[in-house]
């Protein structure tokens, strides 16, 4: 059974590089027919895409965000990552990590326990 | 970009009810729809995909339909555990959006 785990630091001082990590284990993340995306829920708020990436490392990002976000893939520890710059108190939220699927038409089906993130000095 | 606006914000019903979700999209979407149900200090979790496909495991009374940008989420008889929010998800070449919520509630 497929899952996902989100890692990284809690608290982040504002203007310095957000750093998160997904691992993903019970399945390969070099399947061709998943994407593997992050989503952000600010405190009280909706759900906001950041961005998705292939295995491939081919990336789409968030218009909104896309000046800031980095994400990248790595094989070989089945994980991939989210980098997001010169982050401010706006950006304090729960990441989740998940899963999107081409063969339920980009649905996100399985989904990280998400992680806090605090921006804060 | 696609926006996607859901209504209402929120609904007050009783078990056994049957609710309504509304998301409207900004531009067509063909059917590039997905209905999530999240509840507090959880994951979303996907009911349907394709606009009206159940997801496995999803009980029967949920249905979605609609096409193109008027889209339909239906709880036929609420059950206690539906108590929850419930967003829409568009992935029009390959940007996703989310709608902003329908929290439904017990009345």
């Known amino acids: 059974q497929l899952q996902l785990q989100e890692s990284g630091p809690g608290l982040v001082k504002p203007s310095e590089t957000l750093s998160l990590t997904c691992t993903v284990s019970?399945?390969?993340?070099?399947?061709?027919?998943?994407?593997w995306g992050w989503i952000r829920q600010s405190p009280g708020k909706g759900l906001e895409w950041i961005g998705n990436?292939?295995?491939?490392?081919?990336?789409y990002y968030n218009p909104s965000l896309k000046s800031r976000v980095t994400m990248s893939v790595d094989t070989s520890k089945n994980q991939f990552s989210l980098k997001l710059s010169s982050v401010a108190a706006a950006d304090t939220a729960v990441y989740f990590c998940?899963?999107?699927?081409?063969?339920?038409?980009?649905?996100?089906?399985?989904w990280g326990q998400g992680t806090v993130v605090t921006v804060s000095s | 970009d696609i926006q996607m606006t859901q209504s209402p914000s929120s609904v007050s019903a009783s078990v056994g009810d049957r609710v309504t979700v509304t998301c409207r999209a900004s531009?067509?979407?063909?059917?590039?729809l997905a209905w999530y149900q999240q509840k507090p200090g959880k994951a979303p979790n996907l009911l349907i995909y394709?606009?009206?496909t159940l997801q496995s495991g999803v009980p029967s009374r949920f249905s979605g339909s609609g096409s193109g940008t008027d889209f339909t989420l239906t709880i036929s008889s609420l059950q206690p555990e539906d108590f929850a929010t419930y967003y829409c998800?568009?992935?029009?070449?390959?940007?996703?959006?989310f709608g902003q919520g329908t929290k439904v509630e017990i009345k």
């Open positions: 019970g399945g390969s993340i070099s399947t061709s027919s998943y994407y």
């Open positions: 531009q067509g979407i063909s059917s590039w």
């Open positions: 998940a899963r999107l699927s081409q063969l339920l038409h980009y649905g996100f089906d399985i």
């Open positions: 990436i292939y295995y491939s490392g081919g990336t």
């Open positions: 998800q568009q992935t029009n070449s390959f940007s996703v959006t």
């Open positions: 394709a606009a009206s």
